[in-house]
């Protein structure tokens, strides 16, 4: 899918502005709404900004105090109840080591946090009775329940709680329910106004509001300096996504000044371990966060991961580091293995009649489906729903893309889910298998009629700059503006006319020196002028980028493992040519060492009817352009495997006869009421181009046609095709279709006859 890029307009910053924080800087600020010289000076400098108090929580937060007060005075023991990621995970360390202060750690305070692999996000029945039967087992009734990051809807839980006799306070930042739920105190500031400079806080932030408001009633009691505890904060918001303004920005400002004084062990070897010097957003999202919520993603018990951050014992940590950087290797290449197989059931699917995307999978893990459905979204433009299935019931996470609440399109589907929370642009979900294909109508019928339409994948371009600005000094500018993230979003460079050179990929290794099953492709990016920079493409192969000039939408970024600063290539717009411009590539590929590469002719046979002997690239699917040649060529040589062409050779396709078949195949279907096979269809057709067939379903609906593509409900099997309600007129002209069709056709022959010049018979 072509990316749409969306270039903001340059603006003319003020000259004390430039002078201030640099040319590019100022553009930067100015584009985002601050000229106003006070409030630059509270964006930029910590101590300028004025954060807000605790109180401003309301009674909600003076019920929450006077309730712990009590709790403290009368010696009751507190449970902590935290959630998975790495926000739920430094929420609970936060209160851990916060309210730890004034009750004993493992005797009158404990904590839970669900097992991400066989729990939900949220409180439950279940949990509540695993965790009252823990405290009595040592003698102790358990009288109060602290959530952090979860607990706003999980309303059966928290009645059942207050059955008990358990009092709950609540501290969160998800999506409220419709009416207060059933505790002592609820501190969420989704019930604060969406301009509050504490309507963004995530988990461990409102968790830190809480012990902030704490250690103000009780100063007397705690040892330890509460900021202590904002390195934690920082890891937390940063993780979480959460919009950095107001008083979220306050924080991680002053979190990242704490962690990058590295007086907690767990952290300090957390940033050993991944390299990285602490002093940037940077080191907690592709540092500290991946590592921190591989492990609930990969073993699903994060307990660990408390003890990691908490503890004081060298020996200990140590091990732990181990644990999450053999969790997070493992996490790379499960995240790779199961967004191939998303990308595969899509290429099934009828995406120009597909809002909202919904897959299931019985073999999926759960624990890396949100990152997957991430990954989705920036590929396709569409929301994404993305599920397992054990036992009939299903699970999984939900992402979407600005614009489109999710949230609220499965909300009023709620009467169909077993349960459900999250923000409008994420959320978790859980279902019986038979509800399914009704709610998958449902959402997708909702969004047609509430949006209307899909949006075209976008990427929101700040400033066009020259590779020659790509320096340390722009580098340093863009700092100022730190922390970067949603609300800030970090700069995206457009560079024009230039060139990619020295391309190779590089294979990801673990700390032991090993191949992980993830890859990136490193290059130097070059303009007319002689002037270039060293560049990587994380997630993709050398072959993907173009041999032609082309502009390049790209982040500036630190490569502190070789003291440089290099690009992140983000997209690409190669330059158009002409064919005959593309004609050396062919000749490049042979000239150069995969000359050596073996291609043998097994046209039409079938595909795992190969001789085991051989290590053996299989391509059943005939080339249609220089692209598509130089990638199969390149993935059999990477592979370091012969190629075997596979694919049914070829035959004169006409346009002519195949629009009429066509034709007859939708007479036939919208006669008998049945469906075909979309491999059925291309099969008779003679057809395997998407664009194509899609020509082709388009001028039938012009002519009263209604195609339809009818997803399994598993997803496991490819789509039918139903088509319907016959028009009048037998004579149906479809002159792009067969334009195309024949076009295709040529394309495939002329294609073909390159590799089998190639081809060494066997």
Known sequence: MTTNWQTLAAVVPPTWLRESVGKFAAQLLCQRGMIDPDEVKAFLLIAAYQPTSASAFGEEMQQAIARLRQAYEQGETIAIWGDFDADGITATSVLWEGLGEFFAQGDRLVFYIP???KESHGVSIKGLDELRSQCELTGKSLNLIITCDTGSTSLEALKYAQELGIDVIVTDHHTLPDQRPPVVAIINPRYLSNDHPLFHLSGVAVAYKLMEALYEALPEVPQQPLEDLLDLVAIGLVADLVQLTGDCRYLAQKGIEVLRQKKRLGVRMLLEQ????GDRPIDISFGIAPRINAVSRIWGDVRKCVELLTTRDQKICKALIDQTELANTQRKALQKKVFKQVQSKIAQMDLSTTGIIVLVDSQWSVGVLGLVAGQVVAEYARPTILCTMEDGIVKGSARSLEGIN???????QEHLLLSFGGHPLAGGLSFRFENLQVLTEAIDQKFWSQYGQLQNKAIKIDLEVAIADLTKELFNEFKQLEPFGMGNPYPRL????CQFSEISNANIRNQKGQKVEYIKTEF????RQGNQIYGDWWGHYSYELPDTACDVVIELVDNSFRKRYDARLIDFHAQSAPLSADLPSLASTIANPRASLKIINWHGRDAIAFDRDLSTTICDRCPQSWQDLNIIINQAHEANQALALVYPRPEQMNGAIAWQTLVGIAKYLSR????IKRSQLIAKLGIDDQDVL?????????YGYVVESIADPLGEIEPLIRISSIPSDGSIPATQFIQAANELAFQQQFFDRQLQNLAISR
Do not use: A, N, P, W
Not at 494 to 497: S, T
Not at 524 to 527: E, G, I, R, V, Y
Not at 694 to 702: N, S, V
């Open 115 to 117: 097992d991400r692999l």
């Open 274 to 277: 991944c390299k990285r010097v």
């Open 406 to 412: 999710l949230y609220d399109l499965l909300k009023e």
């Open 494 to 497: 457009l560079v024009r006319d």
């Open 524 to 527: 130097t990016l070059s303009d």
């Open 672 to 675: 008998t009421g049945k469906e």
């Open 694 to 702: 899609q020509i082709g379903f388009d001028e039938l609906r012009q």
